[in-house]
């Protein structure tokens, strides 16, 4: 595990069961910056995001994060250590107010102006406060999705697609705000949208049937010949 690295994921095998879902997946996010996963449908994106997180357990391989092994750890001794999850699904309380969805996050980090901080990332939001986050668009759900992840202040950001289900207008803002903050913090992306990922992440690696199967410069990745096989459904 390298020194300097925000995140590393090395030899990491997982399964549903007796199904083996990851086999021997190695990434590494440097200290800033972000970094791409891409892969169709079923490829194993979420179950890595998962594993890393540790919502699901690795059968075997390592995590660090930091350069600390939180391969045995729980998933909140994780998110104190720095790690911030969006995950694909379910990323917020449909039957709350923006502004309660905020509070849930800002609790565990309590900080009072930290919700202030948030809001200026997605000033859209600012204006929705007292909206029940159900009632939200998609790309305003996955922005209070980031908000609440945000409110932890992680080093580490997981985004599991981000711009899922998102009005395609809104997809550019929400690439911009996710550039900037790789400016600041690790992110790793996984995103359906190529251009938008290879944009954003100067890195990136291709998940097919739980492997990696190709990993580079988004540059480099973006013009092999392979890529498209391994993206086609
Ligand atoms: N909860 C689960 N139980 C059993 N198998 C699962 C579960 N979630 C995902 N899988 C399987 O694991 C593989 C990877 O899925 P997933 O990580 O969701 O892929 P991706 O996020 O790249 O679309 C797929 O074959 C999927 O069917
Ligand atoms: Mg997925």
Known sequence: MSDGSGLSVNGL????????????????APERGAVAVLGRNGAGKTTLMKTVVGELK?????????????????????????????????????????????????LANNEQDAIERVLQVFPKLAGRLGQVAGTLSGGERKMLAISRALLGNPKVLLLDEPTE?????????????????????????????????????????????????????????????????????
Request: proline share 3%; with cysteine.
């Open 58 to 106: 690795a059968s075997s391989g390592a995590v660090s994060l930091l350069g600390r092994n939180v391969t045995h750890l729980p998933t909140e001794r994780r998110v104190a250590l720095g790690l911030g999850y969006v995950p694909q699904e379910q990323a917020v309380f449909s039957t709350l107010t923006v502004r309660e969805n905020l509070a849930v996050g800002a």
């Open 165 to 233: 289900g998102v009005w395609i207008g809104v997809i550019e803002e929400i690439a911009e705000r996710l550039q900037r903050l790789a400016g600041q913090i690790v992110v790793v992306l996984v995103e359906q949208h190529l251009d938008l990922a290879l944009r954003v992440a100067s890195y990136a690696y291709v998940l097919d049937r739980g492997r990696v199967v190709l990993e580079g410069s988004s540059k480099t990745v973006r013009e092999d010949p392979r890529l498209l096989r391994y993206l086609a459904p």
């Open 13 to 28: 095998c997982a399964f549903y069961g007796r199904s083996q879902a990851l086999f021997g997946v190695s990434m590494d």
